[in-house]
């Protein structure tokens, strides 16, 4: 189902809502990692990335186990995850989580590079992207992330297309 045009996030409406989003410690109950202000950065990149996704109908692939701990968090703050979906983009932001069959079925490699193209059309002016490498910065046991080399593959044909 592809949304009509007055039906897609503006990406100016998303990052209202994430900047004006407040974090409460339940968010955090099962995402130990430290810096929290670093996983928190990553949790508002990821849901900027979700709004320039959700403009195409896309699913994008996490590329954090810290920052999905804290989005896992979030969810469960059910009123408040409600009321930024519904500012942010205008309806429900569904977790697909992985082999649950109902997400866009395409391999996680596929959705990591969509998730490397939202950022594309997110980022503000001179900010860097902390999701690719986050988990090894705070020091998730078994780090998900995507190679820099693949992140800089993607941009790099991005900036010729």
Known sequence: MLLRRSQRPRLEQVNRAVDALELPEAVFKT?????????????????????????????????????????????????????????????????????????????????????VVAWSFVARPGEACVLWDLDTVVGVDHPWGIPLERVHSIEAALRTS
Do not use: N
């Open 31 to 115: 995402c130990p990692w430290q810096p929290r202000e670093l996983v928190e950065t990553g949790l508002r990149q990821w849901l900027r990335c979700c709004g320039a996704a959700m403009r195409d109908d896309r699913v994008i692939g996490m590329p954090s186990h810290a920052v999905d701990e804290a989005w896992h968090g979030l969810i469960l703050c059910t009123k408040r995850y409600a009321r930024l979906c519904d500012s942010a983009y205008g309806r429900f932001l569904h977790h697909f989580p992985d082999g649950e069959g109902t997400g866009s079925g395409d391999p996680m490699a596929e959705q990591l590079g969509r998730t």
